[in-house]
Every structure is written in C-alpha cells, then in structure tokens.
C-alpha cells in the first residue's frame, strides 16, 4: 500500500506573536492535493497535532475542519497518535466513533499494542507516553526509562506481527543521533530520553513525528517527516513536505510542501537593509529574520526595519557569539553560581568579567542567597 | 416514542472547592438505569454538559466517558445541545461522526433548523445562542434580540414540520416567568433575555435546559429538567431527576434521581450544631450549609463546624439579611456611588451610615475616583 506521512502540524502555534492559521491552511491544502494526486491510500500525523495541550477554540475548530475534509470529504483513512504537544485526553474526544470512517486516532499506550490492520500492512500507533504509563500497562516497575519501556512495548507489539504483511511503526519521540531544530521543545530533558534506533529496526518503516526536519535522522526506513512550516530561525534552509511511503516493494520519496510566506534569514548591514534594492526582493508578508553585521549602536533598530519587513520576527548582532549557540546541554551545572556567572558572561561577550563586574555579581548572587534563606 | 429529558450535568463543577466526580458519575447511573428500566428510545440532554467552556482533562474524560457508555454501550440515541456554560467549538469536536450512532449533538443554529427525525417524532436541537448568529444566518439586522430571533428560527422550524409527527424542541434559554435558583448564571443579563412561552406553544413538547429547577416553569408541555444535582444552597429542598416523556398519547412523569451525598440547611445554634445528637445524624461526606441563629461572635467558628461537618459549604447569620436576597435586579445603577453605597449599608445591616462611616467612605472613593482620573 502508499501512504502519506506528515507530522508537527502544531495547530494553533504562533510564530513570534503571528498567527500562522493562513499558512497552515496553505500547507494543508497542498498535503490534500499531494494524497490525492498519489492515490495514497492512507495519511499518516505522527503527533502534534496541536500546538498546546489546551488549544483555542480557532485551533480547535481548524483541525476539526481538516480532519474533516480529509477523513469525511476525500474518504481517506488517517492514521494519528496523539504527541507531547497534545493533551491525550482531548484529543482522544470521540475518538470511539472516528473508526468507523476509518480515522485510527490512539492517544494511549493500550491501544497501541493492537495493530491497525490494511490488506497487505500493519499499523502500531504509539503515542507520545511517559515510562510511568507502560509501567502501569505492563505491570512491570523495572521499566524506568524510555528506552526498556520501548523494548517491553516493540516485544508485545511483535507478537502481533502478521508474517504475511508489512508492519510499519508510527511514534512521536526523539531517535539518538537524529539533529535537533529550536522549535521541538527538549522533551527528552526529564522524562523521555533518547531512544536508540536499533530497537526499531524489525519494523518495515517507522514514521516518526517530534522533530522538525525531515533529515533529522539518516535512515532509509526509519524517517521524520518533519513540520510543514518552518517554526524557527534554524529551520528557515529546510525543505519542508511530506513522504510519499510505498510499503511493498519498499519505496520513500519525499514531496515538497511550500510555504504561502516564507520565512527568511537576513545577515546584512542595516544600511543595506533599508535600501530599496533589498527590501524590494522580500514580500512583505515574508517571516524576516534579521543577522545584523553591524557593531555600531543603532537606535531603535527593531522598529525602523519594522517599516521595512513588517514581518520581523527576530533580531540579532551576526557578531558575537549568539544565545541559540550556546550549547546548554554542556553546562556544568555543578559550578558555583559566580563561577556560572562568569562563564556565560563569556560566551555571550567574549570577555571576562571586570573587576568591578565581579563586584556587583558577587553582592547581587549574596543578596539573593540571603532572601531565599540560604 | 419515548424519551428522558435531562439537562445541567454540569461536569467539571466544583461546589465550594469540593469536587463532584463522585456524585456525577453516581447520578449518571441512575440516569442510565432509569433510561433501561423506562425502556427510553432516546435520551434528551438539553445544554450544560459541562461546567465551563474550558474543561478540565478529568471532566473532558469523565463526559467523554458517559456519552460512550449511554450512546455505544446501553445504544441509546442522544439528542444533545450546548448550553451557556458549554464552549460550542470544543463541544462540537467529533460531531459529524456521532450522528452514525444516533448520537445527535447540534453546537450551532444553523443546524437546528433541520430536524432529527425519529419514526413518530421530529426533534428540533437548538443550542444556546446569541441574536447575532440569527442575523448572520438568516441575514436580517432586524433581529436584535433573543424574542424576534427566536420568533424568526421557530418560523423557520415550522416550514420543516411534518403534520404526520410530533414535534419536539431542545432548547437552552430562560422562559419569562420562570423561578431561579442560585447556581444558573444569570445569562439574561446582557445578551439572553426572557423569552415569551407563547413562541414555544406549536411544539408538543419543549425539553428546557439552564434552569436547575424542574418546577421553574408552571407547564404542562414546557419544562425544565433542573441539574442532576444540588449545586447550591437554593436547591437544598428541590427534588432533582429525569423527565420521562410519552409523545403520542402525551405524558410526562418525573423519576427522581437520589444524591449520592445530600446538600442540607442547618438553621441552628452553634450549641444545637456541636451537640452529638446534631451531627450524629447528618453523614460526614453531606455537604451542610449552616445558617446561625446566634446572634454573638464566635471565634473561628467556620473551622470549628468543620470538625463535625467536614463538608460544610458554607456559613450565614440566620438573622440579618442575606446577602443572595438583595434584589440585585432593582439596584438603580444611576444613583451616584455614595448613595448606592449607603443603601448597600442599608440593605445588609439594616443601620445607617454613621457621620464618621460616611467620612471614611467619602475619602476612600474620592481617592478612587483620583486614582482612575476621575
């Protein structure tokens, strides 16, 4: 069989205080005309769905819309499991009736085990969960991290296994090795750690949703889709789209999605981009994010480029060292305060503190020490 | 054919602080046995569902889990409508797919105006709604509130009636002289104003939500069901249950639902209330309102009770006036604050303002006033 899949749609997600509801519609519209030019005979969300656990009533009712057109109005099957983004249990609202058109929605663990079964291919929809949840399931208080609570969850979907069909995994987590974006929230900081890639290699594909680039992992068959808008800067050279996946012979190729507005990195001067020959180039429904190569103090800077891309969503000195760079991950959190100060002080300056600097840090840092009563 | 007209459900409500997900659900099942044991061929749920628009993911859940059970479970057909406290998008999520099952659930006004047929009857599901959503429908500014609008819709409904049926209206508003207890907002204020039973006469029944109490309206064919439960002291002595409605011959009996846990008045002393004989009687898990009938201070009187009445909700003077029983509907809002406050004094004391509280009055909203720029 041919499927689509797509994940990340993040409904209701706004970029920089801009609401995305057009784009998104945009984007939609051309993952329905890619289904039906296909002739995919199922459309694969592998979570996040919604942008938040509590959505907006416009959010609401926008993916309503869209499973609608989808699902009730082109016929296809879909095939979703809820994401960290979600909240499982609004999501899960009427989900009982949607089989019946063939809409396969699983937003807890138990469903998950049992596959959704096609003519010549089986569906595990596994949605985003916590160790706790498959400690509870399977009885089993040894399944403290992500990684033994998978193996435990992949053993008991194989004994599902039907020998004469393909069996495809769709899950929404992070896959060791795969490179991360600024838009996926760090869901393996506390709670979901890194899942390594060789537990799912029984599997004929494994359609995965959580990060936002589609080459996040270098897999054949074990692949992110990837959003269907860029949400940050650091996406803003992805190509964006859907896999087209053909499971038996195998085959995967990937369809482009485009952007109604597209979001753009600027690393100029501002004299260069206040100048008719640049600004003229852009949309002015473009997501504009500004690198300025400048080092000189220009006052105002944000709103005077505001007249010029109404649609700035960023600003940054394209010299010195930049906050996103800063690699969190390595901080040693187990050095004191003052020695933190210094050191992040540093990274964004590429200086040391003064001596006078060292002064006020170290009354401030004892100030506060006193006030928490330490 | 035969239905239960039941109404309010209110989940996710909390009763001072105490949550209600015990006494729900023990309701829900003498709803959904007195539906088996009447032999209902539907069941009516006219507004309210939940609480608030924005519900909590134990009360989407607990919903979610009662509709499965009456509707997919017990196969009865539900005709369902969103009140005031329901958010219609929220609500409306899954809704083209319930109607497979019989579970019939209109959100918005549009889709009132075609009825759910049954063999014998015709069901009209109008939600709550606003004069603005007949406007936009029916394109007609002339409708600027809630009689003319509704006047206009049930003209609408009467061109799709079929003289071969009967014809049932689900509805969510407030009938002119209908009886209120305390727990309703008072949704007529700004927006939903009375309306006339006269437009509600060519219906052979009217199956009403908003008003928790049953006897609000005097009607042989017009009724609210009240809420399953006592959500406030004014409805301590009320009766709450179901309707059971015969269309054809007509009939309509009242089948009590009995609380899991009574809400009870005690007018008594703090003496009569600390006495064993007292509180030996009234179960611990009773939610007891105390009106106090001495006339002394007490200290801490509130935690003292609340040893013998863990539930206590709540705590008045029996003698001096209360504050529910100002009539908040004839406050003349024209009168300027000084004045207005002094009657306020008035009406809860029964003293006058003293010269020395009219001066501390005075400088408190001259200050007000200075602050607000008055």
Request: hydrophobic share 40%; proline share 4%; glycine share 4%.
């Given at each position: 069989?041919?499927?689509?899949h797509?994940?990340?749609?993040?409904?209701?997600?706004?970029?920089?205080g801009?609401?995305?509801?057009?784009?998104?519609?945009?984007?939609?519209?051309?993952?329905?005309?890619?289904?039906?030019?296909?002739?995919?005979?199922?459309?694969?969300?592998?979570?996040?769905?919604?942008?938040?656990?509590?959505?907006s009533e416009?959010?609401?009712?926008?993916?309503?819309q869209?499973?609608?057109e989808?699902?009730?109005?082109?016929?296809?099957?879909?095939l979703?499991?809820?994401?960290?983004?979600?909240?499982?249990a609004?999501?899960?609202?009427?989900?009982?009736?949607?089989?019946?058109?063939?809409?396969?929605?699983?937003?807890?663990?138990?469903?998950a085990i049992?596959?959704?079964?096609?003519?010549?291919?089986q569906?595990?929809?596994?949605?985003?969960?916590?160790?706790?949840?498959a400690?509870n399931?399977?009885?089993?208080?040894?399944?403290?991290?992500?990684e033994t609570?998978?193996?435990?969850?992949?053993?008991?979907?194989?004994?599902?296994?039907?020998p004469?069909k393909k069996?495809?995994?769709?899950?929404h987590?992070?896959?060791?090795?795969?490179?991360?974006?600024?838009?996926?929230?760090?869901?393996?900081?506390g709670g979901l750690?890194?899942?390594?890639d060789?537990?799912?290699?029984d599997?004929?594909?494994?359609?995965?949703g959580?990060?936002?680039?589609k080459?996040?992992?270098?897999?054949?068959?074990?692949?992110?889709?990837?959003?269907?808008?860029?949400?940050s800067?650091?996406?803003?050279?992805?190509?964006?789209?859907?896999?087209?996946?053909?499971?038996d012979?195998?085959?995967?190729?990937?369809?482009?999605?485009?952007?109604?507005?597209?979001?753009?990195?600027?690393?100029?001067?501002?004299q260069?981009?206040?100048?008719?020959?640049?600004?003229?180039?852009?949309?002015?429904?473009?997501?504009?994010?500004?690198?300025?190569?400048?080092?000189?103090i220009?006052?105002d800077?944000?709103?005077?480029?505001?007249?010029?891309?109404?649609?700035?969503?960023?600003?940054?000195?394209?010299?010195?060292r930049?906050?996103?760079?800063?690699?969190?991950?390595?901080?040693?959190l187990?050095?004191?305060?003052?020695?933190?100060?210094?050191n992040?002080?540093h990274?964004?300056?590429?200086?040391?503190?003064?001596?006078?600097?060292?002064?006020?840090a170290?009354?401030?840092?004892?100030?506060?020490?006193?006030?928490?009563g330490l």
């Amino acid at each position: 069989m041919r499927f689509l899949h797509t994940a990340d749609w993040h409904i209701g997600k706004k970029l920089h205080g801009f609401d995305l509801v057009e784009e998104q519609n945009a984007a939609f519209e051309q993952v329905k005309k890619i289904a039906l030019e296909q002739k995919v005979d199922a459309v694969v969300i592998a979570g996040d769905l919604y942008d938040r656990a509590l959505p907006s009533e416009a959010a609401v009712e926008q993916l309503n819309q869209m499973i609608i057109e989808l699902n009730l109005k082109l016929g296809k099957p879909i095939l979703a499991i809820s994401g960290n983004h979600d909240s499982a249990a609004r999501l899960d609202t009427g989900h009982e009736w949607f089989k019946a058109t063939q809409y396969f929605l699983t937003t807890n663990l138990a469903e998950a085990i049992q596959p959704v079964e096609f003519e010549d291919t089986q569906f595990f929809l596994l949605p985003y969960f916590q160790p706790y949840q498959a400690r509870n399931l399977f009885e089993d208080a040894s399944l403290n991290d992500i990684e033994t609570a998978l193996k435990r969850i992949v053993e008991e979907m194989e004994t599902k296994f039907d020998p004469k069909k393909k069996h495809v995994l769709v899950a929404h987590f992070f896959v060791a090795g795969s490179s991360k974006t600024d838009s996926e929230t760090k869901i393996e900081v506390g709670g979901l750690n890194a899942v390594p890639d060789k537990l799912l290699q029984d599997f004929d594909y494994v359609a995965l949703g959580h990060l936002h680039n589609k080459d996040a992992l270098r897999q054949e068959r074990i692949k992110y889709s990837g959003s269907l808008l860029k949400f940050s800067t650091s996406e803003a050279d992805l190509q964006k789209g859907v896999w087209i996946v053909d499971t038996d012979p195998f085959k995967c190729i990937f369809v482009p999605v485009i952007p109604l507005h597209d979001l753009i990195v600027l690393t100029k001067s501002y004299q260069e981009l206040i100048s008719p020959e640049m600004f003229n180039q852009i949309s002015p429904e473009s997501y504009v994010a500004v690198k300025l190569t400048d080092k000189a103090i220009i006052p105002d800077v944000m709103n005077n480029l505001r007249n010029y891309y109404p649609r700035i969503i960023s600003l940054e000195r394209a010299y010195g060292r930049e906050k996103n760079e800063i690699d969190r991950e390595n901080v040693n959190l187990d050095l004191d305060p003052m020695q933190l100060l210094a050191n992040f002080f540093h990274e964004i300056t590429d200086e040391e503190l003064s001596a006078e600097q060292k002064k006020w840090a170290a009354e401030s840092l004892s100030k506060l020490e006193k006030e928490r009563g330490l």
